[in-house]
């Protein structure tokens, strides 16, 4: 049987969380796409700022097969199909512990090689979806940072289709600094280091959007 926990937000309630019960090709783009890889990508990311902001005032929720509360490090360990939500905002993984901080929360996950944890997020008022995946991704439930690492991909789908992608080792989006870094090691880690990427034009309608 599954449990499900619903984390109010610290602006909602300063309690740790409330129990309720229950009811995922990599593609290298030229050497020299990689600069436009990252800038296309980090203008699409800058966007989702609008949906984030109402995403972190919203409770955080997980659903798993098991959880284990350790007090003393102040930590929850969900293991077994683990899947969180924050609004538009899902992690899954085979196993995700949330810590608390001084600040908040950090959720952490990891996957495998085979099934890595996954993350994704609309965009706010339009059709197209963040999403990303990796061995580990550690999501700042305060400052809204997550952080791809081992064999990271992130990826931009524009009405359900591929649009823009890029790999490294490790991706760090900053949601506060409107800012994403990237570190050479495609998803396959087989680049020697490389950053790689792929880009789309981008729809006329779309292009003419205010940033």
């Known amino acids: ?11 909602a309630s300063d309690a740790s969380c409330v129990a309720a019960r229950e009811p995922g090709v990599d593609r290298a783009g030229r050497r020299g796409a990689a600069g ?10 800058a966007v989702t700022a609008q949906a ?9 929720e997980f659903n798993a097969g098991q959880l ?4 003393k490090r102040k930590l929850q360990l969900l293991t077994g199909g ?11 993984a085979d196993q995700i512990e949330l810590r608390e901080t001084p600040a908040g ?22 059709d197209e979806v963040i999403e990303g ?18 064999q990271a991909q992130v990826r931009l789908l524009r009405a359900g289709v591929l649009a823009d992608q890029i790999s490294g080792q490790t991706i760090v ?29 981008r729809p006329a309608d779309a292009a003419g959007v205010k940033r």
């Open 68 to 71: 284990k509360i350790d007090g």
């Open 105 to 126: 929360q950090l959720a952490v996950a990891s996957g495998s090689e085979a099934q890595p944890a996954t993350f994704r997020q609309k965009r706010d008022g339009l």
């Open 1 to 11: 049987m599954n449990t499900q926990f619903s984390v109010l937000s610290p602006a």
């Open 52 to 60: 984030e902001r109402a995403d972190r005032d919203l409770p955080l």
């Open 36 to 45: 436009w890889a990252v800038a296309l990508l980090l203008s699409a990311l």
């Open 173 to 201: 989006y900053d949601h506060g600094r409107d800012a994403i870094e990237i570190q050479g090691g495609a998803a396959d880690g087989s680049s020697g280091g490389r950053v790689r990427g792929i880009v789309t034009p």
């Open 133 to 150: 995946q990796a061995r580990r991704i550690e999501y700042d439930t305060v400052s809204q940072t997550v952080r791809f690492s081992q």
């Open 82 to 92: 683990v899947e969180i939500t924050r609004g538009t905002l899902i992690l899954k």
